[in-house]
C-alpha cells in the first residue's frame, strides 16, 4: 500500500468521527469489533445513497417492485439455501499470540507475496505480471522460474485440499510454506477449522420450545421466499425483478478495514427473474447497467473495474464482481451473478410448495432463471467518501473539502447571516423556514464567515448562502459555491429552483 493511500484512509476514519459521520459502535465501552454507528451526517449520506439505489431500481423500472422482507426467516430457509451447510470460512489460530487467522486468506497473502516478487522481476522487462501469461513459463530468469514453480504447487494443493474438504491438508500446506502469524511471528498453529459465519440466536420464551434461528447472512432469501408472493398479487409478467435493501449479519473471522468488512452491515440487492435460456443476455445487460449505475456518481471512472470469476460457486453459471479502488486497492464492492433456477428449485424441494411460472405464451410451467445484482452499502459509502474528501492547498492556507456529489450531500446549502445583528439572523430564518419543507438546510451564525464557510466544506455542503445588509434592502444573497468557491449575488426568490437543479436527484436518475 502506498504511503499516501494508508494516509488517505487514517484521514477518512478520522474525518468521519470528527464530522458525526461514523463512530465505532458502543464506544464509551470500548466499542464492538466490526461494528459502527452511523451519526447525524453519516445517517443522512446513507440514506440518500439508498435512495439513489432505490429510485435506480423501483421507480424508473415499471418491471422492478421493491419489498421489506424480515431478517428473522423459517430456519429451513438456510437448510434450503446452502448456508447451514456451507457458508463457512476455514479459520487457524496462532497458539502464541492467540490471533484467529483465516486459513485462506493466510495462503492467498503468501500468494500475493510471491506475485509481487515475480512483478519485480518482470518489472526489469518493462511487462506487467499475468499468471496466465504462456511466454513467462518460457523465461530463462531463474527466479522468475522458481517463484513460478512454488506458485503453482501452492495453488494446486489449495485447490485440491479446499475441494476435498481436506482440512488437514490446509494446514500441512501453512507448515510447508513456513507461514508465520504476523503478530508473534511464530509457526505454531492450531488445527485448521471450518467456522459457519451466520450468527443465531433462539425464539420462543421456554426453552424446550425455542428453536434456533439466524440472523440473516444475506437479504436475497427474503425475495426468494416471496417470488411468488409477489409475482402473483402484483400480477407481474417475466421478465421481472424484486429489490430489497436491508440489514445482514457475517460472524466475519478476520474484520478489519473499517466499513469494509463489517459484522452487521446493509445490502442492496435485486433478483431478477428471466426464463431459462434468457440469463446471459440479462447477466450482460445487469453487468454494463451496474457500472453505468456506479459511474454516474461521478467520482471518476478509472476507479472501478470489473473482476469475472473464473471459478463458479455451483448454483452459477456466470459472476463477476464490480471492484473499486480503495485507499487499500481495487476490492470488490458489488457482485452480480447468474444463479441459474438454484434457489427457487432449493426452495421448492424443501418446503414442497411449487415456486413456478406460468407462461401464458407458450403455455408452459417452468422455474425461472435469475440474475442477482448485490451492492454493500456501507462499501458504497467509504468508496465515496475515500474519493470525495480531498486536502487542497489555496494560496497560503490548506482547506479540507469533501466533494461529494452534490444530490448525496447530506445538506444541500447552509444559510449563514453575515453578522448576528442588525436583523440578519431574522432575515435568515424566514429565508430557512421558506426553503426546508423542499430541502436539508443548516443554519449557522456563530464563528467568522470563513470558518463556517470551512466547516460546511468538511462535511460536503455544496452551496453557501449569506445574508447581509443588501438582502434586506433588495432580498438578494450571496451563494458560494464548495468546489470552485467562486461566489455571485442571486435574488432569494431564485433560490429553489436553483438548488433544486443542482442538487436534486433527478437529473442523475435521468438514464440510469
Ligand atoms: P467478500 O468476498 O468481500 O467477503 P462476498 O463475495 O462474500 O464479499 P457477497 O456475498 O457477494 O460478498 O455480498 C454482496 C455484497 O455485500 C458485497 O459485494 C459487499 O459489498 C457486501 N458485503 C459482503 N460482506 C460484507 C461485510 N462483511 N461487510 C460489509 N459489506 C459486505
Partial sequence: ??????????????????????????????????????????AVLKKNLRDYWWKSMVQMHQNIVGIDASIFMHPTVWKASGHVDAFNDPLIDNKDSKKRYRADVLIEDYVAKLDAKIQQEVEKAAKRFNPFDETLFKSTNPRIQEYLAKRLNTMERFKTAMES?????????????????????TRNWTEVRQFNLMFSTSMG????????????????????????NVQKSGRLKLPFGIAQTGKAFRNEIVARQFIFRMREFEQMEMQFFVKPGSEMEWYEHWKT????????LGLGANLYRFHDHVKLAHYANAAC???????????????????TDFDLKQHEQYSGKKLQYFDSETNQHYTPYVVETSVGLDRLFLAVMSASLKEEQIEQDTR?????????????????????????PEFSMTLLKSLQPYIELFYDEKDTVGKRYRRQDAIGTPYCITVDHQSLEDSTVTIRYRDTMHQERMHSTALLAFLTQNTGMATVLQGV
Avoid at 464482481?321 to 447468474?338: V, W, Y
Fill in 205 to 228: 420464551s421456554v426453552s424446550e420450545e425455542a428453536s434456533t434461528l439466524y440472523l440473516r447472512p444475506e437479504t436475497a432469501q427474503g425475495i426468494f421466499v416471496n417470488y411468488l
Fill in 289 to 296: 447497467k451496474r457500472l453505468q449505475w456506479h459511474i454516474r
Fill in 165 to 185: 474438504n481436506d482440512l488437514n491438508a490446509v494446514r500441512d500446506l501453512i507448515i510447508d510454506l513456513e507461514i508465520v502469524c504476523p503478530v508473534s511471528g
Fill in 1 to 42: 500500500m502506498a504511503q499516501h493511500s494508508e494516509d488517505l484512509f487514517k484521514s477518512v476514519i478520522s474525518h468521519a468521527k470528527e464530522y458525526g459521520f461514523i463512530f465505532p459502535s458502543s464506544e464509551i465501552y470500548d466499542g464492538l469489533s466490526a461494528v459502527y454507528d452511523y451519526g447525524q451526517l453519516g
Fill in 400 to 424: 479540507t473539502v469533501m466533494q461529494l456529489p452534490p444530490f448525496l450531500a447530506p445538506y444541500k446549502a447552509a444559510i449563514l447571516p453575515l453578522l448576528k445583528k442588525d436583523g440578519l
Fill in 321 to 339: 464482481d464490480i471492484e473499486f479502488n480503495f485507499p487499500f486497492g481495487f476490492k470488490e464492492l458489488e457482485g452480480i451473478h447468474s444463479r
